[in-house]
């Protein structure tokens, strides 16, 4: 395989994009979750003013992954941190540095904008992605517990109701 190509996704990759996440989804074995459409991408990736970012990788002059990322903040630091929300190569595209080239952009760019972290989350039980990121010198975070609103819990919360105990 050439030479990995990474460049910022556009609005023309809207369709591209909504193709790599469902790929993804179907390798998590969450298909059934994604709720993304095209107009979704495009009012937060292509908007005026996007908080949320998109990266698509070539290779042999075709698409054969993405990542979409966004700048948080950490206070003890006093520094944004990159956080990569999803990271996908196809699966004939894997082991030929496609995954390690979006990595080593996204690491380009999160020291270029002084971010003093770069994190991301992986599925305990994906094994080749923890094996890879174990040897890029990446260290899991295990002291911590991620927490996440969605659905009612968020609505209820949001109009300063409890959620109701089963």
């Given at each position: ?69 966004f700048f948080n ?94």
């Amino acid at each position: 395989m050439s030479k990995a190509i990474i460049r910022p996704a556009t609005e023309q990759d809207t369709d591209l994009i909504l193709h790599f996440v469902r790929e993804l989804a179907i390798y998590e074995k969450a298909e059934h979750e994604v709720l993304a459409t095209p107009e979704h991408v495009r009012r937060t990736l292509f908007c005026a003013n996007p908080s949320v970012f998109g990266l698509i990788c070539e290779a042999e002059g075709r698409p054969v992954g993405f990542a979409v990322y966004f700048f948080n903040y950490s206070t003890w630091l006093g520094q944004h941190g990159l956080y990569l929300e999803d990271l996908y190569v196809t699966p004939d595209a894997r082991g030929h540095g496609a995954g390690k080239a979006l990595l080593q952009h996204l690491a380009q760019i999160a020291v270029e904008r002084d971010c003093g972290r770069f994190e991301w989350s992986v599925l305990d039980w994906n094994t080749p992605s923890i094996e890879f990121y174990d040897s890029l010198g990446a260290l899991p975070q295990n002291e911590w517990i991620r927490y996440r609103l969605t659905g009612e819990a968020l609505q209820a919360l949001a109009r300063g109701k409890e959620k109701a105990v089963a």
